[in-house]
């Protein structure tokens, strides 16, 4: 059960998780972002350790307060800036790994050519296009090469009008990428990115949901490690 109870259920397992969201530069001074917070990904940290584990955060950009809770906690902390990044960064420290938590928002997309000057708008006239092209998939690359006793979560952030479409929406997520567990929140209208409080569907690799959450995102963290402990007993 979740909870402020003490628990040791992680002891000697290393998690890796990844938090907030990259950034792909344009040029020196613009880059494409998204609204991830890293509060979800430092509650999993923060959670995790609490409960035995030696945890490695890969951080994306966060914002001021998930990264003053990270720097507090003392965790091992490895910085990235882009996709890129993160994917290295992942490749580094998923073999020694029992649980990878993938709760960046990592971009799908990362501009073709990174200009070394600032773009002045002069040059570009009335209009401007960007080419841009696919990023490493890291949770598709993680669960593409399955390693036994290891237990992969995968999120999926959508803009879903109800939990039904939520849970379809997941549905084709976890069956195009085999995740163990995935993790679905509603997002737009306010909700998700930079909240305190969040919903989840949890996903079981077949599709069958194993927990409905709300509550704060550490409470989503805690229920979703206790299946994650679980799966590592029944593994
Ligand atoms: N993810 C990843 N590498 C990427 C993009 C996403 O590892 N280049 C991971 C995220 O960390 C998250 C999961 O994939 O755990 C799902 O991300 P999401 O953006 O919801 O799904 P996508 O598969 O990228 O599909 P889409 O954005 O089209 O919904
Ligand atoms: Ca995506």
Sequence with gaps: SSGAVAR?????RRVVVTAGGTREPIDPVRYLANRSSGKQGVAFALAAAARGADVTVIAAHLDHDPASALAAAG???IDVVTAADLARAVARTAGAASVVVMAAAVADFTPAEVSDRKIKKSERGERMELVLTRTTDVLGELVGSPVAGRIVVGFAAETAAN???????ARDKIARKPADLLVANPVGGGRGFGADENEAVVLAASGEIVAEISGSKR???????DRVVALLDAG
């Design 219 to 225: 409470a989503v963290a805690d229920a979703v490690l």
């Design 163 to 169: 939990r039904d479409e939520l849970v379809a929406l």
């Design 8 to 12: 040791n259920d992680l002891a000697g």
């Design 75 to 77: 965790l091992e902390t």
